[in-house]
């Protein structure tokens, strides 16, 4: 379809409002899932986030890579195992994890953001000590409602976060773009689910907007019925949604990081479906929005 002058000023202008309410404001995405294999929509997202920096706001992304790591983890010869959602993670796995997402998908995000004209740099959380880390034991739960802890090995979880780094490269005018390792005060290496760090950092940045980026239309109340979407969710029904089992599996930590974000004094949380090319600009500059709200 082709707009004519008249619709395309239309849409500028229904963004006018969006960009002054926005202006000098920090936005954190978490960048993943399908998005980050699909070229059109690789494309799609980092464009959003140069016009995101071009129109004065303060975009920060935290990626994961789990399509990368585990097509190495093949390669290698290695299985991968998960626990809601979490890579189970020995010592070869973790420097498998550090290579692949530090030395491989973060530079390739910084050169594309840098092709089409913006300005990256390339982070991980051992660099100024974005983040420290601490071992997280897994929580299982059973069938019968009862939960069991799990060893799922160099898998991290933030316990810090020295965001001066960040706030250093934004205010310069770069787009920062973290890769979610980091290292313990045991001096061991943690991957880290991107998800969490994504919510820490959110919270510790006192961002206005928390976008994670995933591979469905939202939380769905029926699996595999996008007319069962839940638009808005109020942090007080998520317990009973995960006991329900709506929410499970990888969407756990993302609900997770949208409440710890929300408690640090984030303004808007929003799970989007990163199939939908365009997904962030559609949330943050027009009335309609995508996904799901995690709100107060």
Known sequence: MTLTAIEKANILVEALPYIEKFHG????????????????????????????????MHPVIVHGGGPDINDMMRRL??????VNGLRVTDKETMEI??????????????????????????????????FEARKKVAEMRRA??????????????????NP??????????????????AVGTDGESYNINADYVAGKLAGALGADKLVLLTDVEGILTRRDDKDSLISVLKMSKVEALKNAGVIAGGMIPKVDACLDALRAGVN?????????????????????????MVVK
């Open 25 to 56: 404001k920090i936005v954190v995405i978490k960048y993943g899932g399908h998005a980050m294999v699909n070229d059109k929509l690789k494309q799609a997202v980092m464009t959003d986030i140069v016009l995101m920096k071009y129109v004065g």
């Open 164 to 181: 001066d780094i960040v706030v250093t490269a934004f205010k310069e005018g770069y787009i920062p773009v973290i890769a979610p390792t």
């Open 144 to 161: 019968n409602g009862t939960r069991e802890e799990l060893d799922i090995g160099y898998v991290g979880e933030v316990s810090a976060v």
């Open 97 to 130: 994890v550090e290579m692949v997402l530090v030395g491989k998908v973060n530079k390739e995000i910084v050169a594309r953001i840098n092709r089409l004209g913006g300005r990256a740099i390339g982070l991980c959380g051992k660099d100024a000590n974005l």
């Open 268 to 292: 808007r949380t929003h799970i989007l479906d990163g199939r939908v090319s365009h997904a962030i600009l559609l949330e943050v500059f027009t009335d309609e929005g995508v996904g799901t």
């Open 77 to 82: 010869g290695k299985t991968t195992e998960f």
